[in-house]
Each structure stands twice: as structure tokens, then as C-alpha cells.
């Protein structure tokens, strides 16, 4: 069935990398994303990777896609107080319309 | 400034009652959403619409309602007959055409507390 799944917490020293990690189920997906979510507040879209890519760089944002594993990463690279957020990976499922299915969400802590 | 909007930022309800939920967007968006959150979950689908005057059931719409009248508009209603409706909820929208027609843009959120 449908699935997403990623860890659910990280904490990482402020000036380190982060890496969060997915899994998704759908073979078929066409994109797949990264949101971050500040408390109480609403879903920013980061950034996201079409399903024929490997890797997506941003800023200090790159987004790794292992197709064969299903396997997708985000990588934030020194890592500020600001970043501290919950990040939700979401895969687009094929269907009547596409319907995006999203992880439990993780939450990444930065400490000094 | 493009964007969408939802209110009240936060709700409360008295077992029994009805609520709506609003959201509006000038994105010229024809796909529009609502999802609900628990805490340590992943959104949960409950309606939508890909088209004004259309909208389809998502994965928990039990003891929700919807419309869709105008194009920027796709108010919820919590009806009485939803058993736990304490959550946060997102409201999103999408473009139809064009590239990236997946990609979804949330609004900041309501939430609601049944008291």
C-alpha cells in the first residue's frame, strides 16, 4: 500500500550537517518533497525532485534520490537554530487525481 | 501578495455544534484541499476539489462537509457526527495545468479545540 516513513526526531549541533531520511512505496511517484513545518504554523514547501533525477542542490539544501531503494534524503548543510522545525517528505501517488502522501514527520532539533 | 489564508487561526467548539472552517486563496489555484494533523502524524486527506462545484471524499471524510462555490473558496464544515475533531487544520492548493501540477501550497493552519 501507500507508505512514507522517516524518523521522527533528530537533534544535531548548531554548524553540523543534517540528514534526514524517507522511504516511500510508490515506484510511480513523479515528484517527491520536502516540507518544514514551524510550530503552529502552516507547511513551506523546501524543495523537491522529479522522480528521473539523482540529486537536487539548493542553497544549502540538497535533496538525494535513490530510485532502486526508494530511498530519499535531505541534507542541510550548517545547520542554524532557524532550521529547528519538523520536516515532512511527501510522494505523489498515481491515481484519479495526484494525491500526495506524507511521512509522520521529523523533528529536528538544533542545539548549540 | 499571492498566497492563502485560513481563519480564525484558532476555534473553539462546544461538543454538539457545527463549525466552518475557512480558507481562501488568490493563486488562481483550480485544485484546493483540506487535510487534518494529529500530533506525531502525517496530514490525513479529508476533501477535495479539482474544480469549482466538484470536490471528492478524501481518506477520513466522515462528519465533514465541504463546497465549492467559487474558485478561491473551499470552506470545511466540523459537523456534530465527528467523533474527535481536536486537531490542526491545513488547507492547501494546487495548479492544474502546467508543470509541477502536484505541488501543493499550505495555508498557516486553524486550530480547533472541542471543549
Known amino acids: 500500500g501507500e507508505d512514507v516513513e522517516q524518523s521522527l526526531f533528530l537533534s544535531v549541533r548548531e554548524g553540523d550537517s543534517s540528514v534526514i531520511n524517507c522511504t516511500y512505496t510508490d515506484s510511480s511517484s513523479t515528484y517527491l518533497y520536502w516540507y518544514k513545518q514551524e510550530p503552529g504554523a502552516g507547511l513551506q514547501l523546501l524543495t523537491y525532485?522529479?522522480?528521473?533525477?539523482d540529486m537536487k542542490q539548493d542553497q544549502r539544501l540538497t535533496v538525494l534520490l535513490n530510485k532502486k531503494d526508494k530511498h530519499l534524503s535531505l541534507r542541510i548543510a550548517d545547520t542554524q537554530t532557524g532550521d529547528s522545525a519538523i520536516y515532512f517528505c511527501?510522494?505523489?501517488?498515481?491515481?484519479?487525481?495526484?494525491?500526495?502522501?506524507f511521512g509522520a514527520g521529523t523533528r529536528l532539533a538544533v542545539h548549540p | 501578495d499571492g498566497g492563502i489564508t485560513q481563519s480564525p487561526k484558532y476555534l473553539f467548539r462546544k461538543e454538539g455544534q457545527n463549525v466552518t472552517l475557512s480558507c481562501e486563496q488568490n493563486l488562481n489555484h483550480d485544485a484546493m484541499y483540506w487535510y487534518r494533523q494529529d500530533p506525531g502524524q502525517g496530514l490525513r486527506l479529508i476533501y477535495y476539489s479539482q474544480i469549482v462545484n466538484d470536490f471528492q471524499k478524501g481518506d477520513i471524510a466522515e462528519g465533514y462537509s465541504v463546497s465549492r462555490e467559487k474558485k478561491e473558496s473551499f470552506p470545511l464544515t466540523v459537523t456534530s457526527a465527528q467523533k474527535n475533531p481536536t486537531a490542526f487544520y491545513l488547507c492547501?492548493?494546487?495548479?492544474?495545468?502546467?508543470?509541477?501540477?502536484?505541488?501543493?501550497?499550505f495555508g498557516p493552519g486553524t486550530r480547533l479545540t472541542v471543549l
Open positions: 492547501a492548493s494546487s495548479p492544474q495545468t502546467g508543470t509541477l501540477t502536484d505541488t501543493q501550497y
Open positions: 525532485i522529479f522522480s528521473n533525477m
Open positions: 511527501a510522494e505523489t501517488v498515481s491515481g484519479g487525481y495526484n494525491k500526495l502522501i
